[in-house]
Every structure is written in C-alpha cells, then in structure tokens.
C-alpha cells in the first residue's frame, strides 16, 4: 500500500505520504488563497521526499470538508483526477474529524468540541468523544454563529483564534495536517479505528457565495 493524503478544507494544503505501515514524508504550503498554485508541487515534493513514485500510489485520501468552496475544490479534484489517473482508490474524510483526530492524539481526552472558520462570522462545528475504546463524532458537522454556542467542553480548531471571548482561549490544532489524516485512512481501512470514511464529495453546508445571475430586469416601458 501506498497512500497519498490530502487536505485542502484548512489554511494552505496538507500532504502526506503513508505506506501502511507509517508516514513516509508530509508537508504543508502556501495558505487560505493560494491552494491551486502550490499543491501539485507540493504533492510533488512529498513523493520526491519519500522516495516513491506516483504510479506507487494505491490510495488517496482527501479531506472532504466543510471548508471554503475555493480550497475544497481545488483538493478534491486533484484528488479525484489522480486517483483516475493512476488507478488508485479514492476515501473521503470529513476534515473536522482530522482535526478531532489530532487533538486526541496530543492528549485530549473526554468531549471536546471541534471549531473551524467558516467565514461570514460563522464557525463549522462538530462534537466528539474520545475514551479508551476510541474517538467517535457525536453531533455535528453543523455551520453556525459563534454567539450561538455555550460551550461545555473544551473546543479546539481555528475558531477559539478568532472568537476566544466565546469559544475560549485559543487552542490547537487549527489546521488539518496530512500526516494525520494519512494515519486516520490507513488505521480504518486495516479496522484499527472506525472512522467513517465517505465518498469524495465536498461536504458544503451551505451555498457557495457565487450563484447564477437571473434573469435580466427590464429598464424601458
């Protein structure tokens, strides 16, 4: 196995190369706007990194969001082209889960509340408990005001960045990274963990700012 993940639903691109048994290379680049200039290098780089070449590649993996629209549809269709190219299969992962994979993995345990940027003064949101057995989503994805939580667990994720006077002092992680992302897939796929891996499909909860113009308004009689 040779499993290349990606996660754009953050700032920049994350990257990282997994052969089944551990991470081979990762890397993160660029930011929220500059997504399609630097991840094909970047995908690149990694490969380069880890000694492998892409016809290697047996799996991708890709964060599905929720994220902006821009970001996520640069990583998923890269992923998805690829992953035809080169013959490989395909897993989406909802990113939130990413981040709730890496909070546990820095030692956060009990519930905890993931909270990432949405834009708009809004956050996305997910619920999570991590015990003994395991890490599982119990609420969520959701989008909402920041003014509409009241947080009874400890939250982590960009969004305690951008409003600690509601979410709480800033906490990390507050970016998907790649190599954690590359550990979550492998891990499900062999039944280690029991992350619900979803079809690469952006996960929008809510309309992209840009819509179709309608229909022309008369400005004569």
Known sequence: MLLLAIDTATAG???????????????????ARHHNEVLVPTIAAVLEEAGRERTDVTDVAVGVGP????????????????ALAWGARIHGVCSLDVLAAQAVAEGLTGEFLVATDARRREVHTARYLATTEGVRRTAGPDVVAPASLTPDVPVVGAGT???????????????????????????TLAGRATWELLPPEPLYLRRPDATEPGARKRVTA
């Open 161 to 187: 960045r951008l409003y600690p006077d509601v979410l709480g002092p800033a906490r990390a992680p507050f970016d998907a990274d790649g190599a954690a992302l590359a550990h979550l897939v492998v891990d």
């Open 13 to 31: 691109v994350a990257v990282a190369v997994h052969d089944g048994d551990r991470v081979l290379a990762a890397a993160r680049a660029g930011d």
């Open 67 to 82: 994220g902006p629209y821009t970001g996520l549809r640069v990583g998923l269709a890269t992923a998805r082209t690829l």
